[in-house]
């Protein structure tokens, strides 16, 4: 992407998340470093002048308009507030008693092992790969009589790598009927290797042979930068849908964040250049890390995972004392930094290369 539409990108409030005097620079949450979009922000301002209604409860016009994007009908289509709620909805939905399992490649989402907690479900995780994608494989052992839902984060959060379309066609074919597949595609805009798994192309094929067990989830939290407005959307077959919907709290979806996504459905062509700076700075700042003696995944998503087993936390503190902030996981197995402006970027690989070694 050349400068010049980096320039174009970086409004005023580009680097609003990271404004505050002495506060560092946040690239540990996946968050999209833009602003709103100009004809997004006209749309949640004209919204909040009339924030005293509720909002419209089943988001019709929204599940209208996704419904046309996607050729699937309305009814299969659950808007929610973020796809986190939805991936709640769908727990609770699948392990209504609490007494099924779900499963899940690991590591993978942080929020799947609490989802299975607040359902009471029992959890299942299978191994990464060693290309640090979710094995398919694996994640199929993993599956017990007891297994009601599998999520399949692709690509995957935090390794960034995605699933390949003939190994989730071939996992789809082997999963029980009885077991919803959910393939949570939360950072799909980014995607840009065409080996890489669609999962709403493999959904429609799959239900076209009559399987009604495969769902997808993705967000308008990430490409779409309203991480603060809380909406994501799910697509599956109609009574998956529709049981993910009456386990919603009512007007769970604010007026604002419907506003900001049927605005964002307009700004397609803006939106894809945000994506393309995105995925520029990613291949730049995996090639200066690989340069500098990383190992770094080839990521799909906005994010790029360093395999720093052991020295995890302290890579996390050293770059926070040169004032970035980037994710250092639980057990210490890695690190994830997302892709923030070029600036910002070049902040964080700066404090990369004078990571002590050894
Ligand atoms: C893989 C994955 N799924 C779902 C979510 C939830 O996103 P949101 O609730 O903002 O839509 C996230 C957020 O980080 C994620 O990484």
Not at 94 to 111: K, L, Q, T, V
Not at 175 to 197: M, Q
Not at 258 to 271: F, G
Request: glycine share 8%; aromatic share 8%.
């Amino acid at each position: 992407m050349p400068a010049s539409a980096q320039a174009r990108f970086a409004p005023p409030s580009h680097d609003a998340p990271n404004a505050g005097a002495g506060e560092p620079i946040a690239l540990a949450s996946n968050e999209s470093p833009f602003g709103p979009l100009p004809s997004v922000a006209q749309a949640i301002a004209r919204a909040a002048t009339r924030v005293n209604r509720y909002p419209d409860m089943g988001s019709a016009e929204l599940a209208g308009r996704l419904a046309l994007r996607y050729g699937v009908a309305a009814e299969q289509i659950a808007l929610g507030a973020g796809s986190a709620a939805l991936c709640l909805q769908l727990v609770r939905a699948a392990c209504p008693r609490g007494d099924g399992e779900i499963a899940f490649s690991w590591r993978s989402f942080e929020a799947y092992p609490l989802f299975a907690a607040i359902a009471g479900a029992g959890q299942r995780r299978a191994p990464l790969g060693a290309d640090h994608a979710p094995d398919l494989g694996a994640l199929l052992a993993a599956l017990s009589p007891a297994t009601r839902l599998v999520f399949v984060c692709t690509p995957n959060n935090p390794t960034g790598v995605a699933v390949r379309a003939a190994d989730l066609d071939a996992f789809v074919e082997a999963v029980p009927p009885g077991v919803l597949i959910v393939l949570d595609e939360a950072y799909r805009e980014f995607v840009d290797d065409d080996t890489a798994a669609d999962a709403v192309a493999t959904a429609r094929r799959w239900w076209s042979r009559g399987r009604d067990n495969v769902a997808v989830l993705r967000t308008f939290s990430k490409a779409y930068g309203l991480a603060g407005l809380r909406i994501g959307y799910l697509i599956a077959p109609p009574a998956v849908a529709d049981a993910v919907r009456r386990g919603a709290p009512p007007y769970d979806v604010s007026a604002l964040a419907q506003a900001a996504a049927l605005a964002s459905l307009d700004a397609d062509r803006e939106l894809a250049e945000r994506c393309g700076v995105i995925t520029h700075e990613r291949r730049r700042v995996r090639e200066a890390l690989i340069e500098a003696g990383f190992d770094v995944p080839a990521s799909q998503a906005n994010f790029l995972w360093l395999p720093l087993a052991g020295r995890a936390t302290r890579f996390a503190e050293h770059c926070l004392r040169r004032g970035v902030l980037v994710k250092a996981f639980a057990e210490d197995d890695g690190v994830r930094v997302t892709m923030g402006s070029a600036r910002e970027n070049d902040a964080f690989l700066a404090a990369a290369a004078d990571f002590p070694r050894g």
